[in-house]
Each structure stands twice: as structure tokens, then as C-alpha cells.
């Protein structure tokens, strides 16, 4: 009786994620069918198996099929080690391009191209490695005293990223013949000629495997806590390290073969646990071969739709999409009232003290950047003859430069104080590279003329305002979390990185002048360009006082301000709007890069000075000085060639800001 109503166990239907896989799969190799059809028909297939000397077999041979291979292998590759840095790391917001692995991978293989390619011959991959651990223990060391938070990751791996990129930039701009050919690898170029790449990465990505399958039961231990692991008598600093090494190792393996794909190490490990796959072996599996999927499939499209350009591209676009999709639903602790707060013991001082001095300071730096100089003979200083000669061409540069570093440090104590992070700013926000986006939109749909210099600023502007739409969008679900803020800033910066790497391989005679501007160069700044970024300082001076208060009670919170009065809908538009104009008007100056907007209300804060209005007045004086000291720098260190002002504030300004970093308590 018992055995006729014994009822078998429901089968456990597959994740969802495994008809996704599948799916993908389907859909690229129908692509890669129909495109190999057109290069040779089904029936001759077979005469690829011997030794032939038609082109069509050899294109096949060599350029087709490698193609495919390589992108099935540095999709799982990527796919296996995203997995592997947020499972160790348990952060679900961490891969290789987020944490700086790559960008370190990247310089460090610019570096070697330049003064050591001996190294490169046979040991390409142990140069990326050098670079990527580099940069993983800088994040890891910048990360450590908050407990290697998710935030603190994000925002080590941020720096690092933009510092290596700016390093980066510095030599482009100072060997662009050299590197020239780096353009299209660093947007990730899956083209192959012969199976080089393939028989490269393959063995290391097996290796890999079954690297991962043995620490599979003791990378699972990890999501038990510190405590269950040790309980379970499993080693969790080993555990940690060895895993972080078989990413890294993994991430520079792919750099080192086909360049910087950025996100599909995101992408992947998330589209698998939307899918239904909650355990960690299962995501071991799953992830490598979601990673394969997207990627050629990705590929297949960029060869069907827009042959030429690199995978990469497409990569970083469909994944910064994906991404911003995806950030409304991952689950973080939202940061509690009074989080952003600055918890510095520095003694309050009075600021209306503080102010002079900062305008003392900023008279000395006008008078030295128009009197002191590095020219043929060496340093020396300019009579007022000598100054009367060169107005035209010192003065337009020092008014810019002190007009860019205001706006930057006014934008940054206002997104800081609308936002409740002290970690945010235009620049890091991805408000600075939403302007240039505009910019670099503009320059596409121009197809080879002229940029209107009106037409720059309003689409800047454009730009910089539906970048804080969407930052407040996502904020607003999640309670302005930071790290969703600071990830949107990425993935901006990203798409921004994405379209430049697009138009610096498409040959454009204006080229030049579009990698001066995005290098924040203000050598061809004249009067006119000056006069209006004054203007809009003057502008922002004057509207300070009308936000004052209500920049001095947003960072207690959105319910708190509306029971003190303000109007919460309409301040924010007005400082959203104050905001996009001084970072459009700003980027057309300087360019999306620099630290002016981050440092600078850090230091006010350090010094004391923490109301709203005397910080928007001492944050323009103070950038102002640092962004013309930048632009000073930049023309005379190395006379008579030239750094940007903008490749200078961030290269001075990144490590000053990851010590206060590492300075900075839990």
C-alpha cells in the first residue's frame, strides 16, 4: 500500500539562466553560420580538413575561426574571474574593470612597450600580471581600513583606474607614433591572424579551471562568514589570496592578449543569479559560459553590423546599459542618516578667517603664474614689458584655468551636500565625462567639420544634466546609496571611454584637437572662452547665497527638509541646474579629468570650514588656485613640451586623495 502511494520528487526545473545561456549560444552561432555561409558554402566545408591554399579557406582558417575561438575564450575567462573577485571580496559590484586590474594591466603593458619590449616577446602576460597586482593591492590597501567594504572597493578601484588612465594619457600624448597602434587593442580587438592568441590563453584558461574546481569547496565556505569558515577549519586569508591571484592572473591574461573588455566580468555573474543560479558551484559553472555566450555574440554583432570596429566597444556598451539596469536591484545596506557626515577631528575654525587668507593666497598664484616662467634660458621672471607681449597668450589661459577649478569646487560641495556623499563630484560622478559624452556626440554627427563652440556648450550641458537625472534617479531608489552613485559615475566614464576609443580609430582629421580637449588641455583657450567661463563663475557667486541654507540641511536628509521648509523638488532642480553648468562649462575648458572637484571640499573640511556658504566661497577660491597651479605646472615643468592642466591635477591630485584615503578611519 505504501509503495502504490509513494510519488516520485518533481524534477527541479532548470534556472532560467541555462535557457538564457542556450539561447545566446543559439542565436550567435546562427549568426556565425550565415556569415561563414557567405564566405564559403556549407557543402565545401569539409575542405577545410585539408591543406588548401584558396583564399576563402584561408580566411577562414586563420581569421574566421580564430575570431571565434578567442572570443569563447576570453569571455570565460573574464566570466570565471568576475565571479572569483565577488565571491572573494563579497562585493557584487567587483571585476576587473571596476577594481582597476585591468588599467593597471594596461599601463603597465604601455610601459614596456615603450622602454622594455624585450619583455614582451615572451613574457607578456607576466608584464600584465606585474600591473594588475599593482593595482589590486592598491585597491586592496585603500579598501583594507573600512574592511574591504563593497564602497571602499569601488571607490579604491576608481582611483586607481582614473590614475592609471591619466598616467596612460601622459605617455599617448608624449609618444603618440609609438602607441599609436595601442588605440584599437585598448578598446578590446577580437581580430585574430592565426591561432597565436588561441594557443596562448586556452592552456592558462584550462589550468584556471581546475584551479577553481579545487578551491570550489573552500571558495563556498566564504558565503558562511568569517566565523562559519574558520569553524569549518578553512583558511581565509589563503582562501582570499590565491582566489584574487587566479583572477588577476586570469584578467591580465586576457589584457595581454586582446586588450581591455570591460563589464562582461559584471555582467555575466549577474545575468546568472537574476537567472535562478544561487549557489556558488553553480555560478563557478554557469558564469565562464554566460561570459562565452555574451561575448561572441557581442562580436558576431559588431562583425554583422559595424565590421572594423573593435568587440570591445560593444562590450563596454551593452554592459554600461546592463548595468545601469541592473544597479536599482542589487541589494546593498543603503548608507544611514548621517553617514555622509565628516567624522575628521579637526577643530572648527571661524571661515571668515579662513576666506582671506584663501584670497591672499589666490592673488600670490595669479602673480606667479603671469611673472614666473621656464623658457629657452631656463627659469626667470617676466618684466612688464615682456608681459604686455605675451598677454594674449599667458593671460586667456591663467583666467580659464582659475574659472575651470571654481566651477569644479563649487559643482563638488554641491553634489557632496545634495547627495550626502562626501565621496562624490563631478568628476568621479561621471557628471564631468556625461559632458563630454555631449561633446563627443556633437563631433560624431558633425562628420568633419568644424565644432561650433556654442553648440559644445549646450550639448555639454545636455549632457552634464541628463548625467545628474539619472545619478538622482538611481539615488532616489536607493536612498543616494554611494555605491550605486559612484558605479553609475563608472559606467559613464565607460561609455564616455567607449565613443572616444571609437573616433580615435576612425581616422578623423580633427582628431588632435579632440585628444587635446579630452587631456584638458587649455592651450587653445582665447579671450572669449575665458570671459564666458568667468561669467559663469559669476553666475554661481551669485546664486550661493540663495542656496546656502538649503545646502546647509539636504545632507540630513529628504524628510528633514521638507519639515524645516525647504522645497525639496525645487532645490534640487535649481542645484542640478547650477551643477550641470559649471561642470559643461568647466569640461570645455579642462576636459573631463581632474580631482579639483573631489580635493578641494575635503581640504575646507580638513581646515575647518564646514557651512555651506563659506565652503562654495572658499572651495572657489581654493580651486581656483589648484587647477591654475595645475595648468602652471603643466607648461613649465617640462618646457617646452606641455601636460595638460587636467592630465596634471589628476596625476598630482590622485595620490594626495588616496592618502587622505588611507588616512581616513573606518
Not at 6 to 33: C, E, F, K, Q, T
Not at 326 to 348: E, F, I, K
Not at 400 to 422: E, F, W
Not at 498 to 504: D, G, K, N, T
Request: charged share 10%.
Amino acid at each position: 500500500m505504501s509503495e502504490a502511494l509513494s510519488v516520485a520528487p518533481p524534477r527541479r526545473a532548470l534556472p532560467v539562466a541555462v535557457w538564457v545561456i542556450l539561447g545566446l549560444l543559439v542565436l550567435a552561432a546562427s549568426m556565425a553560420y550565415g556569415q561563414l555561409s557567405q564566405v564559403l558554402p556549407p557543402q565545401r566545408w569539409a575542405e577545410l580538413l585539408a591543406p588548401q591554399t584558396a583564399p576563402q579557406l584561408l580566411l577562414i582558417q586563420y581569421v574566421v575561426l580564430p575570431r571565434m575561438c578567442i572570443a569563447l575564450l576570453t569571455g570565460t575567462a573574464l566570466g570565471l574571474a568576475g565571479t572569483l573577485f565577488q565571491t572573494v571580496l563579497r562585493s557584487s559590484l567587483a571585476e576587473p574593470s571596476t577594481l582597476g586590474v585591468s588599467a593597471g594591466a594596461y599601463l603597465a603593458l604601455s610601459i614596456a612597450l615603450l622602454y622594455a619590449p624585450g619583455l614582451l616577446d615572451d613574457g607578456r602576460e607576466w608584464v600584465a600580471m606585474a600591473g594588475a597586482s599593482v593595482a589590486t593591492l592598491l585597491v586592496v590597501l585603500l579598501a583594507a581600513r573600512r574592511g574591504l567594504s563593497p564602497l571602499a572597493l569601488i571607490i579604491g578601484g576608481m582611483l586607481v583606474t582614473l590614475y592609471c588612465g591619466t598616467s596612460n594619457s601622459i605617455l599617448v600624448l608624449f609618444n603618440q607614433e609609438a602607441l599609436s597602434e595601442l588605440f584599437v587593442w585598448q578598446a578590446g580587438d577580437l581580430t585574430q591572424i592565426g591561432w597565436a592568441n588561441v594557443q596562448f590563453l586556452a592552456p592558462r584558461l584550462a589550468l584556471a579551471l581546475l584551479l577553481t574546481i579545487a578551491l570550489a569547496r573552500m571558495l563556498d565556505t566564504l558565503s558562511l562568514g568569517d566565523a562559519g569558515a574558520r569553524g569549518l577549519g578553512v583558511s581565509l586569508g589563503m582562501t582570499r589570496v590565491v582566489g584574487m591571484l587566479l583572477a588577476t592572473w586570469l584578467s591580465a591574461c586576457v589584457v595581454s592578449s586582446v586588450g581591455v573588455i570591460a563589464f562582461l566580468g559584471l555582467a555575466a555573474p549577474h545575468l546568472v543569479r537574476l537567472g535562478g543560479v544561487r549557489r556558488l558551484r553553480g555560478q563557478l559553472l554557469a558564469s565562464p559560459v554566460m561570459g562565452a555566450a555574451l561575448l561572441w555574440l557581442a562580436d558576431e554583432l559588431m562583425r554583422r553590423f559595424a565590421n572594423g570596429l573593435p568587440t570591445g566597444i560593444a562590450s563596454s556598451l551593452l554592459g554600461a546599459v546592463l548595468l545601469l539596469w541592473l544597479l536599482p536591484r542589487l541589494r546593498d545596506t543603503p548608507p544611514r542618516p548621517g553617514d555622509s557626515r565628516n567624522h575628521s577631528r579637526a577643530r572648527a575654525l571661524n571661515p571668515w578667517r579662513v576666506l582671506p587668507v584663501a584670497g591672499i593666497g589666490l592673488v600670490l598664484t595669479v602673480l606667479m603664474l603671469l611673472f614666473v616662467s621656464q623658457g629657452p634660458q631656463g627659469w626667470h621672471i617676466s618684466d612688464l614689458a615682456e608681459i604686455r607681449e605675451l598677454w594674449s597668450l599667458r593671460a586667456p589661459r591663467v583666467i580659464a584655468s582659475l574659472a575651470a577649478g571654481a566651477m569644479l569646487a563649487i559643482g563638488g560641495v554641491i553634489i557632496q551636500r545634495m547627495t550626502g556623499n562626501p565621496m562624490a563630484s563631478p568628476e568621479v560622478m561621471g557628471i564631468s565625462s556625461g559632458a563630454a559624452l555631449g561633446v563627443i556626440l556633437l563631433f560624431l554627427m558633425t562628420a568633419g567639420r568644424a565644432l561650433p563652440e556654442g553648440a559644445m556648450l549646450l550639448m555639454a550641458l545636455g549632457g552634464a544634466f541628463i548625467t545628474l537625472l539619472i545619478l538622482l534617479g538611481l539615488g532616489w531608489r536607493s536612498a543616494f546609496a554611494p555605491d550605486r552613485m559612484l558605479l553609475t559615475g563608472v559606467v559613464l566614464a565607460t561609455l564616455t571611454g567607449s565613443l572616444s576609443a571609437m573616433v580615435l580609430i576612425s581616422g578623423d582629421p580633427r582628431l588632435n584637437l579632440l585628444l587635446s580637449w579630452m587631456s584638458g588641455s587649455t592651450y587653445r583657450v582665447d579671450f572669449p572662452d575665458a570671459w564666458t567661463a568667468c561669467a559663469v563663475v559669476l553666475v554661481l557667486l551669485l546664486c550661493t547665497p540663495l542656496t546656502a541654507r538649503w545646502l546647509d540641511i539636504l545632507p540630513l536628509g529628504g524628510v528633514t527638509a521638507q519639515n524645516v521648509g525647504v522645497p525639496l523638488a525645487r532645490a534640487r532642480l535649481f542645484l542640478l541646474l547650477l551643477t550641470a553648468l559649471a561642470t559643461a562649462t568647466a569640461t570645455l575648458i579642462v576636459g573631463p579629468l581632474s580631482f579639483v572637484g573631489l580635493i578641494v571640499p575635503h581640504i575646507l573640511r580638513m581646515s575647518g570650514v564646514r557651512q555651506a556658504l563659506p565652503q562654495l566661497l572658499g572651495a572657489a577660491l581654493l580651486g581656483a588656485v589648484v587647477m591654475s597651479l595645475a595648468d602652471w605646472l603643466g607648461r613649465t615643468l617640462i618646457y617646452p613640451w606641455q601636460i595638460p592642466a587636467g592630465l596634471m591635477a589628476t596625476f598630482i591630485g590622485g595620490p594626495y586623495f588616496m592618502l587622505l584615503i588611507l588616512k581616513r578611519k573606518a
